[in-house]
């Protein structure tokens, strides 16, 4: 799927990158009921919306990465963060299961 480097993308992927040192799973979560918000709204700036995308983007991706190690989890998706920091620089970029 493709994501465009929107500025609210582009920003999300930000905090999603800052909270990647955080301590408090209940913020964590939080956040990711925001990214989910963004990715459910026709106006996302996305050519699509809905909760497989909500539940498939990169960001979603690291923040649930995030989730799973503040439970001691491995994490295993680090295409998912490489895809982050190019949207940060405001590349479009392809992601998804199959990537």
Known sequence: MKYKATPQLMELATKA???QNACNPCGVSHFLHEVYCHFNEADNGQDQFGTDMAANNPVSAIIINKLE???????????????CHRLIAGEDVEFGRDI
């Not at 190690?69 to 895809?83: E, K, N, P």
């Open 69 to 83: 190690d503040l439970r001691g989890a491995i994490c295993s998706c680090f295409a998912a963060f490489d895809v």
């Open 17 to 19: 990158m800052d909270l």
